[in-house]
């Protein structure tokens, strides 16, 4: 009956490893109460497109600070992005897609009566879609009239290389564009194109290319690059290298298809709750780690669990942002806490 039962694990999980990976709702779609951090580092061009592709990016520099944006509730029923800036972003985000109404700046604000379509769920390889906006900008007392249109594909996966010897695997490149023309006495016209690698262990992007251009249109136009890097990302080598090294047994080193684990409450005044339910037996390690990539509590380290559900507690000691860091078998997570 063992046999039996490790055989059918075996062919589940091969299906599973064959599976494409995919940006979903439920493993991508924005979170009242998340805070996602990035620096910005040294500009590159985003590579090429296709299947199985190697993007290397290995030898970025981190040139910028941390640039955090919030997600709140709005007013309007959306989801509130908010920038350092204080700039508002609004998003309406379903189980089946993202869409974007514009954004409120100091005295500026945009609003697209027909939104931008960011995504949908799920979003895999060669999927695509495009569509058009329309909207306005409001600013001392008067509207000036927008429109354009907007196209976004997932035009690759494979294998991401970053900085500090950090590579992460099954990564979806997502390219978007929106060309977008506001209505002046002459016209001015914007372009923004965006590449955006998504893991599946990560919520939001964890690098991100961004090309704007600009000008009116019998000018010439002006044309500004950068590159971003996820914060969650930057703390892996640092959890990797305190991570013990995981042995050869096969069921015990398998990857886990999916294990559902969550952080709660998040934000944290006092105390997280940090849970899982295994599938099977497997070892497991759970730690807590600062931005910076310092372990602050290990749960569990490198041990072997039986198949079943586990809860363990933390409380943070001054406010700031944490990440929690599940490893079942050779699959691992990063969920962030946000001590108030």
């Not at 970025?60 to 029923?77: D, H, P, Y």
């Amino acid at each position: 009956m063992k046999k039996i039962v490790a055989i059918s694990l075996g062919l589940a999980m091969s299906v599973s490893g064959m599976a494409q990976p995919a940006i979903t709702y439920a493993k991508h779609g924005l979170r009242v109460g998340d805070v996602h951090q990035t620096r910005r580092v040294t500009t590159v061009e985003p590579g090429t497109s296709g299947a199985n592709v190697t993007w290397d990016f290995s030898a970025c520099e981190v040139t910028g600070g941390v640039q955090t944006e919030a997600l709140e509730n709005s007013s309007n029923g959306h989801i509130a992005v908010r920038n350092d800036g204080n700039v508002l972003f609004q998003f309406d985000v379903t189980p089946y897609g993202n869409d974007y109404y514009g954004y409120a700046a100091h005295g500026y604000d945009i609003t697209y009566e027909k939104p931008v379509l960011k995504t949908r769920y799920p979003f895999g390889f060669l999927d695509h879609f495009s569509g058009e906006f329309l909207g306005y900008i409001a600013q001392d007392n008067s509207k000036v009239p927008v429109e354009g249109s907007y196209s976004s594909e997932v035009d690759g996966y494979g294998t991401l290389k970053l900085p500090n010897g950090i590579t992460l695997s099954n990564v979806l490149r997502v390219k978007t564009t929106e060309a977008q023309k506001r209505l002046y006495n002459n016209s001015y016209d914007l372009t923004e194109e965006k590449y955006l690698w998504y893991s599946q262990d990560f919520r939001y992007p964890v690098f991100v290319v961004i090309q704007h251009s600009s000008g009116a249109a019998e000018g010439t136009a002006s044309v500004s690059k950068s590159s971003y890097m996820s914060m969650a990302v930057l703390s892996a080598p640092q959890v990797a290298a305190s991570s013990a090294v995981i042995d050869n047994e096969q069921q015990l080193n398998a990857t886990v298809p999916e294990v559902e684990h969550s952080v709660y409450p998040n934000p944290v005044e006092h105390t997280a709750n940090i849970t899982y339910k295994l599938p099977f037996d497997a070892k497991v390690s759970v730690a807590v780690y600062t931005a910076a990539g310092v372990c602050v509590r290990k749960m569990v380290n490198n041990e072997v669990q039986a198949a079943g559900g586990y809860t363990y507690s933390y409380t943070p000691d001054v406010a700031g942002t944490y990440f929690v860091r599940f490893a079942f078998g050779n699959k691992t997570y990063a969920e962030q806490i946000v001590k108030k």
